[in-house]
């Protein structure tokens, strides 16, 4: 008898996954399962998959596997879905809880509408600027921060502010981002020898002292719609770099984010919408593993 899998697609502005609830499934291997899962023509389509677990530090564990298969730390957007699961399917009871992830715990607080959970606000925690835990190649960066150092990417100089929000981040800051050849310039940056773990691009565009646009490269995914760690990343680069406040509305393709860097606690906080798409079921035989 052929194995199904039960899955849930979700989406936050647009940065869309495929949800497990391994509290009810198994999942064999799931860097097999997010590169079949996340094929827009053969699979089920989606920027990765996310695994939904019990924990043993938090209230609920996710796992975040990129669409070429890679784990990694963290993920905003699926966070906030992650949230909207768990509460939509009694996995946790409370408005306010702990997610434990890749890069440490997260609390969140469910955003509802009546009795709906539409959003969640995550605390994303406190950006890590230190060149070697982001980490950054020594011969890039051996300043105690990466505001505005310079970087050649085919050819051309760019000045780069790095940051990690569990996972790692370069924020360029550009007067026009709809025009960019993202495809050709997004994977020069994403294995640049800069970046030993790879790093997550955003290409920003100030249109006021509270209010960002960004354009996202994320490793081993591509350009996608949103990137809540991205938004997060940005928004700590341009308040260091005096671009914008600490408070600002980060419009990306898919929709718009709530980023507030806390002058007193030092953390980040992302606050924005969780969708469910639709509910289906996997049949896994051709599968490796999966």
């Known amino acids: ?9 979700m989406q936050g502005i647009g940065n869309d996954y495929v949800y497990v609830n391994c509290f009810k499934e198994t999942v064999g291997d799931p860097h097999a399962l997010a590169r079949f899962v996340s094929d827009r023509h053969f699979g089920i389509g989606g920027d990765g998959l996310v695994l939904i677990m019990p924990s043993t530090t938090g209230d609920i564990r996710m796992r975040m596997f990129n669409a070429d298969g890679t784990e990694a730390e963290m993920c905003g957007n699926a966070s906030r879905c992650v949230a909207k699961f768990a509460a939509d399917h009694n996995l946790v009871t409370k408005d306010s809880f702990a997610l434990e992830t890749a890069a440490g715990i997260k609390h969140i607080q469910l955003v509802r509408e009546g009795s709906e959970v539409v959003g969640a606000c995550v605390d994303m925690g406190e950006p890590i600027l230190e060149p070697k835990l982001i980490p950054l190649a020594p011969s890039f960066c051996d300043k105690p921060k990466a505001l505005d150092v310079a970087l ?8 780069v502010t790095c940051v990690s929000m569990g996972n790692p981040h370069a924020v360029i800051f550009v007067d026009d981002i709809k025009n960019l050849d993202l495809p050709v310039l997004g994977p020069q940056f994403e294995n640049n020898p800069a970046f030993p773990k790879r790093i997550n691009t955003e290409f920003v565009h100030v249109l006021s002292a509270d209010h960002l646009e960004m354009r996202v490269w994320e490793r081993g995914a591509g350009e996608t719609l949103a990137c809540g760690t991205g938004a997060c990343a940005a928004t700590v680069a341009a308040a260091l770099t005096n671009r914008s406040l600490r408070s600002v509305t980060m419009t990306l393709t898919g929709g718009d984010l709530q980023i507030n860097w806390d002058a007193k606690t030092n953390h980040v906080f ?14 896994l035989e051709n599968i490796p593993n999966a």
């Open 270 to 283: 992302m606050t924005g919408p969780a969708v469910t798409v639709f509910d289906g079921s996997l049949f």
């Open 152 to 159: 050649k990417v085919a050819a051309k100089e760019y000045r």
């Open 1 to 9: 008898m052929a194995k199904v899998l039960h899955f849930t697609k």
